[in-house]
């Protein structure tokens, strides 16, 4: 069993429109819900290939009922915190090329009550002892940058495996308290060492850095790129072609949870790897933030290398 904590859940519109001009009416040629946030997409693509998943949320508001309505049908057993907010409402305009416009609301204010009811909520999920606990995606208003960091602690102190995959300032204090596992995209690893990165080698280097400071295991997602998985003894590249994108969003939470998924079955890193990329590569062939399952990933060719080209220049 596998908990995600996501502190900021949404409900996902995904609306596909022939070319996106700023200040235009657009008539949408499709759309579609999904239930989401990093952490709830974990639970789903984890769900879909039949582990048990425990999503960790703040519910409030009609989309919070929606979200808890549209999560529990896909099999993930849900932990509501009750909150007097509305889950926000995120909207990504998808072009016929695969290019995506995402907006994303701030979320609700979080009271401090239901901030303590939310970490209460993670530390009960923490006693059923799964294989890993995860928390993922932004805060929301009203929460403290430590609740990754605090996260992080109190797995360890349970001898529980932590993954986080969050940005900024929140991302930052928990390296700082030792995780398991971060998954950074490219901006986000750029951000938190301060630097570009425009070859393969600078992220590599940036990878080693925070595994020297104590994160035992870096996957950097690289979009069309692959992957990149540093640890202390260990360094590869994974990559999949995709032909035809259709919507990139989720794609790395799809990732992070083919990765968990192999490690808590057993695999080794590079193995879990080579699904984490497979998983990401199926995503992104989906439409929306579509999670795969195993007929969707089944099939896919991942190329892993331990002697990756550090010269591969990097797109922005
Ligand atoms: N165009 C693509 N072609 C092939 N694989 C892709 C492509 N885009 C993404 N992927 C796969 O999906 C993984 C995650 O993508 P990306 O780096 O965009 O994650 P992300 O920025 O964290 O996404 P999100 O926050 O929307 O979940 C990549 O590591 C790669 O394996
Ligand atoms: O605003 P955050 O928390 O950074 O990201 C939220 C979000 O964009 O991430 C998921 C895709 O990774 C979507 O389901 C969701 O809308």
New binding site residues.
Partial sequence: MIVTLTPNPSIDRTVSISHLERGEVHRATSSRVDPGG?GV?VSRALAAHGLHSVAVLPAGGAEGALLERLLTSTGVEVLPVPIGGSVRANVALVEPDGTTTKVNEPGPTLTTAELSSLVAGAATALMRGPSWVVGCGSLPPGVDDELYAGLVRRARAAGVRVAVDTSGVPLARAVAAGPDLI?P??EELAELVGAALPTLADVHTAAKGLVGQGVRTVVV????H??LLVTDGLTAH?H???DR?LS????????LAGYLHATATGSAPDSALAA??AW??A??GLPGSRMPTPGDVHGIPVLVTHHPDLTLRLAP
């Fill in positions: 990093k997409n998954k995209n490219h997602s690289l979009g069309r692959g992957a994974g999949a072609v995709v994108p990139t969003v989720g794609a790395g939470d799809a990732l984490g990329v990401g590569a995503a992104v």
